[in-house]
T-cell receptor, first 112, second 117 residues
Framework: KQEVTQIPAALSVPEGENLVLNCSFTDSAIYNLQWFRQDPGKGLTSLLLIQSSQREQTSGRLNASLDKSSGRSTLYIAASQPGDSATYLCAVLYNQGGKLIFGQGTELSVKP | KAGVTQTPRYLIKTRGQQVTLSCSPISGHRSVSWYQQTPGQGLQFLFEYFSETQRNKGNFPGRFSGRQFSNSRSEMNVSTLELGDSALYLC????????????????FGPGTRLTVL
């Protein structure tokens, strides 16, 4: 069964700290992996897309890595800010058929 | 470029009624997917349409159906509503052209919040 797991479920850090969010998946035959951000009651904002042939992607203070062999991805957030507070979701695509399999998310709180 | 739009944003229905939700994808995107988000189950895939054809379907009862029009706009219908159908329904679009996986990046709309009383 294809499953995605995110650890931790919740994380609280002081402003300015660097942090890592973890995502693991059971089937390594992925097509790509996406990281999203969701603010309360809102839709999902795509942060980074990593194709199956890539090892990492960077956007601003965000860096996502992918290790297919171990079934893991990490999202690194540098110099965290209160505006980074949100739920971060990892999702895996196994084929072109649009079916993303999501983790349960990590709820991040950055304290001023 | 306009993002994915969903209408209505909020809906309140009673048990037994039916509801239709609408999704307009980003211009040029041909694939539309629907997801249900609840606190208990998280985000679950409902179905995906590409060129007016349903290509993939999740594990939801037949009360959940959808369709896609020639302009790629999509609608989702839920008949005989149950209390458990209360959720945020999210639509996502992607370009899916040329066989390059980067085109599979999915962009989500703001969602429709459905409350069933």
């Amino acid at each position: 069964k294809q499953e995605v797991t995110q650890i931790p479920a919740a994380l609280s850090v002081p402003e300015g700290e660097n942090l890592v969010l973890n995502c693991s998946f059971t089937d390594s035959a992925i097509y790509n992996l996406q990281w999203f951000r969701q603010d309360p009651g809102k839709g999902l904002t795509s942060l980074l897309l990593i194709q199956s042939s890539q090892r990492e992607q960077t956007s601003g203070r965000l860096n996502a890595s992918l290790d297919k062999s171990s079934g893991r991805s990490t999202l690194y957030i540098a110099a965290s800010q209160p505006g980074d507070s949100a739920t971060y979701l990892c999702a895996v695509l196994y084929n072109q058929g649009g079916k993303l399999i999501f983790g349960q998310g990590t709820e991040l709180s950055v304290k001023p | 470029k306009a993002g994915v739009t969903q209408t209505p944003r909020y809906l309140i229905k009673t048990r037994g009624q039916q509801v239709t939700l609408s999704c307009s994808p980003i211009s040029g995107h041909r694939s539309v997917s629907w997801y249900q988000q609840t606190p208990g189950q998280g985000l679950q895939f409902l179905f995906e349409y590409f060129s007016e054809t349903q290509r993939n379907k999740g594990n939801f009862p037949g009360r959940f159906s959808g369709r896609q029009f020639s302009n790629s706009r999509s609608e989702m219908n839920v008949s005989t509503l149950e209390l458990g159908d209360s959720a945020l329904y999210l639509c996502a679009s992607s370009r899916l052209a040329g066989g390059q996986s980067s085109y599979n990046e999915q962009f989500f709309g703001p969602g429709t919040r459905l409350t069933v009383l």
